[in-house]
């Protein structure tokens, strides 16, 4: 038997959105509505009520609202969440008795049912059993109203009673007060409410020992400012810095990841710890802790933030190695294990053995780590790696954090096999790195961009868009000229909306190391020289592109991407707008850096909210004064590597 | 912090099938494989080892099968459940640390690297430890074995280790005692299995009272035999009894659903319960329970079964109405409401309250009336219009039931919404009613089919193929002549794996009550007069078509339906073969019953085991001597009402 006090008494299931049967939360944004979809029914022919009711998580306080039938037992209803944090929701739904009741009276009054009055009683009994919970509740005049009613419904002519019933108020007094006693709530099923930056956010990432672009100078976080000032005059909005910690010692990697460093190189921030400390730590050479919250703060002045990289990696010089070695991997002869990948080895690096003995004590240390960073004011970690790691260890620390700190963001740095990407968000990354880099030609980015932003994963998956890292300069921009430069960072900027390069992107810095995907002289190991204002940057069209981002709400959508059918095969067409079409921006853009391309574009009028004939203009937000009136579906276009390659239309009409 | 002892090592996730979340069972049939796909994946780079474990409900011992890769993640597996009865099973999955360690130092070994020394002791100690375990689990020989290859692994040269290591025989001797102390579990998913009469029969319905098809005389159990015989006859292998319980005397309908009954009006079967008992007792005019019991035993001698009917209806003479009027709802002057669908009213049968205050033990007392029966000897059920009773309720009692006798079979008598339909089968129903009986179109038969047959409902609705009912003839064959009854018995005994009809359809019994889809003088309130030899029947096509469904196993099978493409609107063409194309069965129909058809059929030579350009000889199970060899996928056919109209081919190469 089930053990509730009465039976379940409805049918709810089949949730939409619904991750891993509600194992998963979704993501939202704060001042986003959140939708949802779900199969009610009950045997019989009750008039069903159903009410969406969601909670933060660990309150009492139920926020409520109603659940309205579409068609095919299928129900709908819309929650707005008040806060960031996480929220649990359910559906609770009930046999309506008053409804029922009150369909089939009409009914029997208007066939002159001999039954009337002993029905009208049941009626009475109903009102009544209502005045009592409202009195109950307090509500005294309703409680008086609701009695006067079951009064007159025994007291009035049939034709007279009806008009009673059937009034609205009586309808909304009652709705006040419904027996929900035996109604039946569905399991909870959960969602994580952040800030807007978690969905609309353009990175910038830079190293802040090489801040001043001099090459035989380490900078310190005093000499970051101008840089962050640079980095908001292109329009970016978060700067990301690569670990800011002690950089080990023992084994540390010189330049072009040579195994011996010499004693003037810098080594790689991601090998992590040494003698002056650890992950709460700063390098002595980029300043003091003081230093870093003083930047903290002039990041912020510009409406900025500033994101740190969380890099488990420890370095055999690392604090952890030598008060618990119990959290390392022990090798039968006592050392511990450097990490490898057979045959090659990597003794710069100890990794973390998160299942040894102690680690409750091991994650709760790591999550302490990310709470002192965010204590000093850090409110965005880039994560490296989080898939050398385990899930269930990303998910402690993320929901623990955001207990404490729902602003806090994450964003997972896992370039690997779609199923571990995908579980990252699921178990609450707040945004993940993508294949972008890698998607080339129409056909890939149509297909992967919508896959990202169409299918389920866009409840739980924010792709951050990014053209290059200091891992990776993909073959494309490999001695690549501007164009393709400015043609990724356009793809990356306007397909989704988030988005973040590394720097030296604005100065097509397309060196790679032979034969591999990485940057020669890769600034991971080096300081590297820049000159900041150097000629052929693509510094202006860049700022362009935030402008426009920053300038069309429909760009700080994430899952308003549609993709409309251009003839010609280099020309890709999407749009993106927001739902009430107040805003609609339609790119068109040619991937072919080598030849001129014409082509007939096939909009989805529908997608554009434009009727089928419609006339509507567009304007070219990247080339002033470029307007045109265009009329239904097919339009066309010419676009030139070496003059308008790409048109970033709005549209109006 | 996850509470259990160790943290989650292994992500495994995205189940299928999986219904509801796991939350329904799915189901199978005794002796039929269970395949199933999950996503298995962990950080890192180790190996994963995953077994499939199953168990049947509440019993300790587990079953193991492998579970290997396939792409991207992705695991499959394949259990053999033992016995029929209700079973759990789950994916446990480690970090298989032998493995992983072998293969790393496969490649140290080859790399000549000057760590191979303290590697082999590291693999020592895997092999000890596994030596440890194996000598708990008592096994000394292996132990033993184990132990010895831990010391030769460091005293032999690097060569000769590898080919210790590298021997099948270690590994599979590892494979016995692997290290499962830091596996991950997924949570317990669930299987109803069933024998396979659940999957395959043929049901024929009668009236036991009008077993002799005499119009003035009540027939009686013992008068049945022939009857099963003639079912039998006909290859029918479950006997269906509309309700043999006492019939109510208050408000008995007369012929033809008439208000008041005539004294000799034998009054509905559904009306039950009155002055001899209730639904534990028998209808005196049927006979004794001895009798009964008597006629249980000839079918089984006849290897046919009998299926009862439950019906939660009761009169208000039902015995129930005395000793629980708390079961019913009471109306405000004390009385018990009857049945309404306002302005209609059924006086002759009161409603239960299934959610009254008493419910458990009234949901008890329900459930014991089936053990009641099925104590007598009944193992299957047609339950009556089970929408309009708490879809809770029957999962509590089909449950409840089976977990006693997992051998009883519930047939769903829901005609009634999609989803309700559907969650009727997913709480528990072997078997249930469809919509086949209103699907006349070729596009409207492929569709509900291919649903039925090849989306998600496979997994836990059988649908029961009825071209008729007591309670329904259908538009088609009213006043329709025998091809058309040809025509959709075939339909419903190829398509489907169980199918079954009502006694008078092979009579071609047509007369419809005027302006309903009801027969005229519906057997459901009156004694039918039927010559069981009258000239016209088509018996001889129903025996037909049960021997060929007999004896080719593809028509044993549920989910095997496949369509073919056949030029002609008129002309359906489907197949059904075994999974080996051992047997195979493709079914070309005209669905026009005026003119002749032709039209090329297009088949899908891949579904029917066959490739591209073969030579195949088809040959007709309905016309002896017509075979023909075909050659490719496309083959021509003519087909006509007056003739042969339909094909039931046995392919063979």
């Known amino acids: 038997m089930p053990s509730s006090p009465h039976a379940p008494t409805v049918v709810i299931e089949n949730f939409y959105p619904c991750i891993e049967g509600g194992r998963h939360p979704v993501k939202r944004i704060l001042g986003e509505d959140f939708t949802l979809w779900v199969d009610i029914f009950k045997d019989g022919h009750d008039i069903i009520t159903a009410v969406l009711k969601w909670r933060m998580d660990g309150q009492q306080r139920w926020f409520e609202a109603p659940v309205t039938p579409t068609e095919n037992d299928r129900w709908t209803a819309t929650c707005a969440f008040a806060e960031i944090g996480r929220w649990e929701y359910c559906i609770e739904a009930w046999a309506d008795t008053f409804r029922s009741w009150k369909k089939t009276f009409a009914i029997r009054v208007g066939a002159e049912d001999p039954d009337v009055p002993i029905e009208a009683a049941e009626g009475a009994r109903l009102l009544l059993d209502a005045s009592t919970r409202a009195r109950a509740g307090g509500a005294t005049d309703a409680s008086a109203q609701l009695s006067e009613c079951a009064t007159l419904l025994q007291t009035l002519p049939p034709n007279e009673m009806l008009e009673v019933l059937l009034s609205e108020e009586l309808q909304k007094l009652m709705d006040r007060y419904p027996d929900r006693s035996q109604s039946t709530v569905s399991p909870p099923l959960h969602a994580i409410v952040e800030r807007e930056r978690a969905r609309f956010s353009a990175w910038y990432e830079f190293f802040p020992r090489s801040a001043e672009g001099l090459v035989n100078k380490h900078s310190r976080f005093r000499d970051c400012l101008p840089r962050l000032q640079y980095a908001q005059d292109m329009g970016f909005d978060v700067v990301y810095f690569p670990p800011i910690h002690p950089i080990g010692i023992a084994h540390r990697k010189g330049k072009n990841n040579t195994l011996t460093a010499q004693p003037d190189d810098v080594g790689s921030p991601w090998a992590i710890g040494g003698p002056t400390g650890g992950h709460r730590d700063i390098e002595p050479a980029l300043g003091t802790e003081e230093d870093f919250v003083w930047l903290l703060g002039e990041a912020q002045k510009l409406g900025m933030e500033i994101a740190l990289d969380f890099a488990i990696n420890c370095s055999p010089d690392h604090p952890y190695v030598k008060d ?36 409750k004590n091991l994650w709760r240390e790591l999550i302490d780590v990310v709470l002192h960073w965010v204590d000093l004011g850090v409110k965005i970690f880039r994560v490296d790696n989080p898939h050398t790691k385990p899930v269930a260890f990303w998910e402690e620390l993320i929901t623990t954090v955001q207990r404490q700190h729902p602003e806090v963001l994450f964003l997972a740095e896992a370039f690997t096999k779609p199923r571990m990407m995908q579980v990252l968000g699921k178990v609450g990354f707040t945004q993940s790195y993508t294949y972008f880099t890698w998607r080339e030609t129409k056909a890939e980015l149509t297909e992967y961009a919508t896959e990202l932003t169409q299918g389920e994963m866009r409840w739980y998956y924010r792709g951050n868009f990014w053209p290059n890292t200091p891992d990776i300069l993909p073959g494309h921009l490999q001695n690549a000229g501007p164009q393709m430069f400015r043609l990724r960072a356009a793809l990356a900027a306007t397909m989704s909306s988030t988005w973040g390069m590394y720097s030296g992107y604005e100065f097509c810095e397309n060196e790679p190391y032979p034969g591999k995907e990485e940057y020669n002289h890769s600034e991971k190991y080096q300081l590297v020289a820049r000159d900041w204002n150097a ?26 991407l549609r993709f409309h059918h251009a003839d010609h095969g280099d020309i890709i067409c999407y749009s ?22 014409a082509s007939t574009v096939r909009l989805d009028l529908a997608a554009l909210g434009l009727g089928p004939d419609s006339t509507y203009r567009v304007t070219d937000l990247l080339h002033p004064g470029a307007s045109y009136e265009w009329r239904g579906a097919e339009n066309y276009v010419a676009l030139r590597p070496d003059g308008v390659s790409m048109h970033l239309f709005r549209v109006e009409t």
Chains 1, 2 share one sequence.
Not at 343 to 358: E, L, M, T, V
Not at 542 to 553: A, D, F, G, K, V
Request: net charge positive.
């Open 324 to 359: 618990h070695p119990d959290w390392f991997y022990q090798r039968p002869d006592g050392s511990i294990r450097y990490a490898e990948n057979p045959p090659k080895k990597y003794q710069d690096i100890y990794p973390i053995n998160f299942h040894c003995a102690d680690w």
């Open 576 to 597: 993106k707008c927001t739902p009430d079409f107040s805003n609609r921006i339609l790119c068109i853009v040619s991937l072919n850096g080598h030849e001129p391309t």
């Open 535 to 560: 000629p052929g940057n693509i510094k202006a069209f860049i700022r362009q592109l935030n402008r426009i981002r920053r300038e069309n709400p429909a760009m700080h959508l994430y899952d308003n």
